[in-house]
């Protein structure tokens, strides 16, 4: 396996600009409350603060009322938690207690009902039914039923990569693309803000495949660079499930030159966007069908995606602790992470 001597997370040339909410900061902290009031997290929680989920919810939102960049927050808050201890119970062999839980959170998104008792004491499932609740509330028919479909492809994805990381082999470079557009997270928080923005386009805008080619490449983009961020914590726990280590696995690179050829990608897939959004817009204009209202509604969408490119870099850059973290660099788990909290359901 490459070595990892030395690391500099590379300037991406992201052609974008970015405003952040002015209640961001209060939007982590209350978030980080949150996430302490459900019992989550019980100890190091200005460590926990430290990731700024409110910076980043504040980065990627647009101009929505402070109460969605709250909730976003601290939905992003749940799902570093849900991350951070499912990575956990991978370390610690103990994947098969994740069912009950994730069972629950899936069932009370079908039916609004999560089980037995035990399981909705679990602060995770908790905490979901809290969020789960308030989300919809705010969501519209054809956003609520696309949540609703990521959510489960988000948790199987998590599923993946514990197969990943157990599995001789590692996965191959376009399984993990795919995968990783998942895993990121990203889709149903997309959902929540294109919510917030008013946003509402019909399926069948989502179903194009010019639509899907720039939803496609934002995610990529989003999380290739998270990969490059994260790589020191993945390399050093010897988590596999990072787009840098498998380059250098599959194309017989250095991790340093693993980085480089990363980086190449990542900027061609930029370009790859940005062709892509013209290619959506030229089609809608081109189509005396489509109603003005739709073409108005889909370049605002295009922006909140140039929003999450760019704001999701900066976050990483310059208001994020989790990737610059001693412990997290070491491959160690999080301090705030819970070993009881999967075994209290």
């Not at 997290?41 to 009322?65: K, M, N, Q, Y």
């Not at 570093?80 to 994740?98: E, S």
């Not at 997309?190 to 923005?197: F, I």
């Not at 109603?291 to 850059?317: E, M």
Request: aromatic letters at 8%.
């Amino acid at each position: 396996m490459a070595q990892l001597h030395s690391f500099a997370v590379p300037d991406f040339h992201l052609p974008f600009g970015n405003s952040k909410h002015p209640q961001a900061a209060r939007a982590n902290t209350e978030a980080t409350s949150w996430v302490l009031h459900h019992e989550l997290v019980t100890h190091a929680a200005e460590e926990f603060s430290g990731i700024g989920c409110g910076h980043l919810a504040g980065r990627v939102s647009g101009d929505v009322p402070y109460d969605r960049i709250l909730l976003l927050a601290e939905w992003m808050a749940w799902s570093f938690v849900l991350d951070d201890q499912h990575d956990h119970l991978i370390r610690t062999g103990q994947v098969a207690a994740w069912r009950p839980v994730i069972g629950a959170i899936t069932e009370y998104l079908e039916t609004g009902k999560a089980g037995d008792a035990s399981a909705r004491q679990n602060p995770l499932v908790a905490g979901f039914m809290d969020l789960c609740d308030r989300i919809l509330a705010g969501m519209s028919q054809g956003t609520a039923a696309r949540y609703r479909t990521h959510v489960p492809l988000m948790l199987g994805s998590l599923d993946q990569e514990a197969g990943n990381r157990r599995a001789a082999e590692r996965p191959a470079l376009q399984d993990y693309i795919l995968m990783r557009r998942h895993s990121s997270q990203i889709l149903p928080m997309m959902d929540m803000v294109e919510a917030g923005l008013g946003i509402d386009l019909p399926q069948h805008i989502h179903d194009l495949p010019e639509f899907r080619a720039v939803v496609d490449s934002a995610l990529d983009v989003i999380s290739w660079g998270n990969d490059v961020f994260s790589l020191p914590k993945e390399y050093s726990c010897g988590d596999n499930n990072n787009l840098v280590s498998l380059v250098a696995t599959w194309e017989g690179r250095s991790l340093p030159d693993a980085v480089q050829a990363v980086e190449v990608r990542i900027q061609a897939r930029i370009e790859e966007y940005l062709k892509s959004e013209r290619r959506l817009l030229r089609l809608l204009e081109a189509r005396p069908d489509t109603d003005p209202s739709v073409r108005t509604a889909v370049t605002r969408c295009v922006r909140s995606y140039q929003d999450w490119i760019i704001g999701a870099d900066l976050w990483q850059r310059y208001e994020c602790t989790r990737y610059s973290d001693e412990r997290f660099a070491a491959g160690l788990e999080s301090a705030y992470t819970r070993p009881d909290l999967i075994s209290v359901a």
